[in-house]
């Protein structure tokens, strides 16, 4: 299996790093022969290139099976112009990649109940949401700009969307809704915009070919409302690109800790990209600090959707609970009564917990 690694920026290359040493105890577990090739993408690859995405970074890419990626960004890169930012280098290996569908699971672990800024008694048992969010379309890709106008500077950004755009992801929100609990929550603004009135259309036309899913559509503010409200009516979440990044990133608080949740960005017959939801928070970067589960949990992602390996996904996992259960945690986690451990300690001990199932 050839992985390519993007370690990237801040803390990217620390939380890679523990990935791989989980890469690695599967590889010597289970018999699989991996391959790695580290490039350059984001911060690291300005300062190296001149560029966000280098070629040879999307070619490389391009013939690897899977993508394993740290975090782009930083302070350091802000001041540059927006096609020259780390940023850019994200959005451009989607678009390369043609990987149109991000998954987002919020799953709350049972032994990080408490660490969730909401009470118990909402939370509930088994909390377990996956956002469904398209991933090259919409307002980060249509036409954008700045101007001189009457009164001064003027700016604009388009939000932007095919019927086929909308189709294909919500084929594959639909697909993976009838592997969960047959529900599916389609999530625009339909009663401001046109591209979600269209949306709307498009998503409702095709529920037909997937009659043993219930399909409900909602408003994104309320959407956002009832995510703190009562998260347990929701289970597969499908949505546009920027009502995408924005809910997944307040669902994951329902976790307790961005630090938990991993994501996987497919297309079809590209290969996935695999990354935690995390930013790159330069300010902590090689002092031990940060939590590398959700760049672990990737990994089991990347065994799920692109290895076909749900043995190797599960043993991943289960490492990861296990780890939990001995009560460590890293500082974002960090409960009264547990051990505080940092990133290294915390890879080495889900790696050295992988057995075979």
């Known amino acids: 299996m050839r992985i390519a690694v993007i370690p990237g920026d801040g803390i990217g290359p620390d939380i890679i790093r523990q990935a791989l040493k989980v890469l690695d105890r599967i590889s010597k577990v289970y018999e699989i022969d991996f391959e790695y090739q580290e490039v350059l993408m984001g911060g690291a690859a300005i300062d190296e290139t001149g560029r966000p995405l280098p070629e040879e970074t999307l070619e490389v890419c391009k013939s690897s099976d899977a ?3 740290g975090a782009v960004g930083g302070e350091k890169w802000d001041k540059l112009p927006g096609h020259l930012r780390p940023e850019a280098g994200l959005l451009a290996i989607r678009k390369g990649l043609g990987l149109f569908a991000n998954l987002r699971p919020a799953i709350l672990f049972p032994q990080l109940k408490s660490a969730s800024t909401l009470k118990e008694e909402v939370l509930g048992e088994g909390l377990n949401i ?10 980060y890709f249509g036409q954008r700009g700045r101007r001189m106008g009457p009164s001064g500077e003027e700016a604009w950004d388009t939000e932007f969307y095919t019927a086929h755009e909308v189709e294909r992801v919500a084929r594959r929100a639909f697909e993976i809704a009838g592997k969960r609990g ?4 389609s999530i625009d603004k339909a009663n401001v915009l046109e591209s979600s009135r269209m949306w709307r259309e498009v998503v409702s036309g095709i529920a037909g070919d ?3 899913v219930r399909l409900e559509h909602m408003y994104v503010d309320n959407a956002a409302m009832q995510l703190i409200r009562n998260p347990r009516q929701f289970d597969v979440i499908v949505t546009s690109n920027m009502f995408g990044d924005i809910l997944s990133d307040e669902a994951s608080m329902l976790t307790g800790s961005l630090g938990m949740l991993p994501s996987a960005s497919l297309g079809e017959g590209r290969p996935g990209l695999y990354e935690p939801v995390h930013g790159s928070a330069p300010d902590i970067a090689g002092k031990d600090l940060a939590n590398p589960i959700a760049a672990i ?3 089991a992602m990347m065994f799920r959707h692109s290895f076909n390996r749900e043995d190797a996904a599960a043993a991943v996992e289960t490492a990861v609970e296990k780890v939990l259960d001995q009560g460590f945690r890293t500082v974002d986690i960090m409960q009264p009564g547990m051990t505080r451990i940092g990133t290294e ?3 080495d001990r889900i790696a050295g917990g992988i057995t075979k199932n």
């Open 182 to 185: 047959k529900k599916l929550m």
């Open 297 to 299: 949990l990737s990994t």
């Open 210 to 212: 997937y009659p043993d």
């Open 67 to 69: 993508v394993l990626l």
């Open 130 to 139: 996956m956002v469904v969010r398209e991933l090259t379309g919409g307002i």
């Open 345 to 347: 300690e915390m890879g």
